[in-house]
Nanobody, 127 residues
Framework: QVQLVESGGGLVQAGGSLRLSCAAS????????MGWFRQAPGKEREFVAS????????FYANSVKGRFTISRDNAKNTVYLQMNSLKPEDTAVYYC????????????????????WGQGTQVTVSS
């Protein structure tokens, strides 16, 4: 059984920064692509970013490219999402998830490829 626990969400003003963390249980964390998704009120969940098992490859949604950075520390079983230049439209619940299917990060944007999900952490950006 894999457990994913997100943290680091909160309330921030537009233009500010937050760093989300996702701590994973299980010894096979480093074998999988990990991703971040978000869901805003009244909207469907959408892909944000993904990272390869080694951390050497990353992939971003166009809406966050250049502002968000995904990274991971396999020794700590943790994946991070550094969010800079936040906008009110970034307000959402952010989820991390594990992708056991994809072999490339650019093929990991579809949520049906992900099997384990965290409970989510709320990010609110005020204008």
């Amino acid at each position: 059984q894999v457990q994913l626990v997100e943290s680091g969400g909160g309330l921030v003003q537009a233009g500010g920064s937050l760093r989300l963390s996702c701590a994973a249980s299980g010894r096979t964390f480093s074998s999988y692509i990990m991703g971040w998704f978000r869901q805003a009120p009244g909207k469907e969940r959408e892909f944000v970013a993904s990272i390869s098992w080694s951390g050497g490859s990353t992939f971003y949604a166009n809406s966050v490219k250049g502002r968000f950075t995904i990274s991971r520390d396999n020794a700590k079983n943790t994946v991070y999402l550094q969010m800079n230049s936040l906008k009110p439209e970034d307000t959402a619940v952010y989820y991390c998830a594990r992708d056991p299917v994809s072999t490339r990060v650019d093929g990991s944007s579809r949520e049906e490829k992900y099997d384990y999900w965290g409970q989510g952490t709320q990010v609110t950006v005020s204008s």
